[in-house]
T-cell receptor
């Protein structure tokens, strides 16, 4: 089955700096890679996703890149703000509607 | 966007009792729902895939007789934790997929989660 590794497990950045989280996946059949933000005790919220026919996607301060050959994808947050502090999860699946395999999560702390 | 609800949001039960958690898609039909478990400071682990009108598909290591799943309608799936023990205490989250766009482009929506504490 699919295995998703996520690094780092914790990330502390100064407000205004950029944050980068990296994930690798094992199943070359996976073609859908979402990123979720989860605040304590809340549901995961989809913040951005990318499909395997695209190499990069951007939405305001958030961008995701995908390298299918190397089987890794990354989340980039620019101009970080304190409200960006949360746990971020990457995931992979074949098709957006199929079961997701999650990475281990990255706890991001943005220091004012 | 589509809304998925869960009930209850929190439940405390005694060891040995059973607890039922409901997952509802409020404004779309969900032929498939997924049940995840999340321990404190850990990731979401898929427990099972719930299919409307058929038996659930359980992930390796998940006891189907302990975690009973019923997906009786297109908007409701239930997870029953039978003979609960303290080690079952966790955050249980469901998700449902809207197949309006087909399986490849379908969207998946998460419920708010249910925090189960077994004493």
């Amino acid at each position: 089955g699919e295995n998703v590794e996520q690094h780092p497990s914790t990330l502390s950045v100064q407000e205004g700096d950029s944050a980068v989280i990296k994930c690798t996946y094992s199943d070359s059949a996976s073609n859908y890679f979402p990123w979720y933000k989860q605040e304590l005790g809340k549901r995961p919220q989809l913040i951005i996703d990318i499909r395997s026919n695209v190499g990069e996607k951007k939405d305001q301060r958030i961008a995701v890149t995908l390298n299918k050959t190397a089987k890794h994808f990354s989340l980039h947050i620019t101009e970080t703000q304190p409200e960006d502090s949360a746990v971020y999860f990457c995931a992979a699946s074949w098709g957006a509607g199929n079961k997701l395999t999650f990475g281990g999560g990255t706890r991001v702390l943005v220091k004012p | 966007g589509a809304v998925v609800s869960q009930h209850p949001s929190r439940v405390i039960c005694k060891s040995g009792t059973s607890v039922k958690i409901e997952c509802r898609s409020l404004d779309f039909q969900a032929t498939t729902m997924f049940w995840y478990r999340q321990f404190p400071k850990q990731s979401l682990m898929l427990m099972a895939t719930s299919n409307e009108g058929s038996k659930a598909t359980y992930e390796q290591g998940v006891e189907k007789d302990k975690f009973l799943i019923n997906h009786a309608s297109l908007t409701l799936s239930t997870l029953t934790v039978t003979s609960a023990h303290p080690e079952d205490s966790s955050f249980y989250i469901c998700s449902a997929r809207d197949l309006a766009g087909g399986v490849v482009s379908a969207e998946q929506y998460f419920g708010p989660g249910t925090r189960l504490t077994v004493t």
